[in-house]
Antibody, heavy 124, light 107 residues
Framework: EVQLVETGGGLVQPGGSLRLSCEAS????????MHWVRQVPGKGLFWVAR????????TYADSVRGRFTISRDNAKNTLHLQMNSLRAEDTALYYC??????????????????WGQGTTVIVS | EIVMTQSPDTLSVSPGERATLSCRAS??????LAWYQQKPGQAPRLLIY???TRATGVPARFSGSGSGTEFTLTINSLQSEDFAVYFC?????????FGQGTKVEIK
């Protein structure tokens, strides 16, 4: 079964840090771009960060750049999000998801087709 | 940043009827547009990618169309399980951006 499982959320004071993890199973993790997307309950979806399949390319939303660091360990099929200098507005449910499939000669976009169940971060 | 605007915010539809949801991008996103369905307490589910390609396992009553800046998600013959919130999302530019969502509710 293709699955993503996020862990690491919790309650943290403003200015504090948390490290989220996302464990992948059931697919070739090192073939996919991975993303973090967050959502305030009852609100919309906000894209946070992305890392390419081999970790060579990383992109952040402006509001988290310089505070958050996305990384991956392909040997352990795990994605991470190190969150520093947390603010109240970072409070949300954080999902990991995948999109670009780079298993072929080129990367193909199939949409964010697998999502975890999310992990909740509360900054208060 | 590309702003994605969905309309309407809420759509009231009777079971068995058709629902038409719109998504407008503030800049050209070509066909790099996806649609997601989200039910309460669940993660988003991919319905459509590349504007018109149904994801694996998505029923044929869901269809997507459009390119450039104007996109449509059509749900034919709405079933009870289709009442949910729908989001569009562009993958043409960074940052990736989502629409604010359209809630499809029972009329």
């Amino acid at each position: 079964e293709v699955q993503l499982v996020e862990t690491g959320g919790g309650l943290v004071q403003p200015g504090g840090s948390l490290r989220l993890s996302c464990e992948a199973s059931g697919f070739t993790f090192n073939s996919y771009w991975m993303h973090w997307v967050r959502q305030v309950p009852g609100k919309g979806l906000f894209w946070v960060a992305r890392i390419s399949h081999d970790g060579s390319s990383i992109t952040y939303a402006d509001s988290v750049r310089g505070r958050f660091t996305i990384s991956r360990d392909n040997a352990k099929n795990t994605l991470h999000l190190q969150m520093n200098s947390l603010r109240a507005e970072d409070t949300a449910l954080y999902y990991c998801t995948r999109d670009y499939d780079c298993s072929g000669n080129s990367c193909q976009l199939y949409g964010m087709d697998v999502w975890g169940q999310g992990t909740t971060v509360i900054v208060s | 940043e590309i702003v994605m605007t969905q309309s309407p915010d809420t759509l009231s539809v009777s079971p068995g009827e058709r629902a038409t949801l719109s998504c407008r991008a503030s800049q050209n996103v070509n066909i790099n547009l996806a649609w997601y369905q989200q039910k309460p307490g669940q993660a988003p589910r991919l319905l459509i990618y590349r504007a018109s390609t149904r994801a694996t396992g998505v029923p044929a009553r869901f269809s997507g169309s459009g390119s450039g800046t104007e996109f449509t998600l059509t749900i034919n013959s709405l079933q009870s399980e289709d009442f949910a919130v729908y989001f569009c999302q562009q993958s043409n530019n960074w940052p990736r951006t989502f629409g604010q969502g359209t809630k499809v509710e029972i009329k």
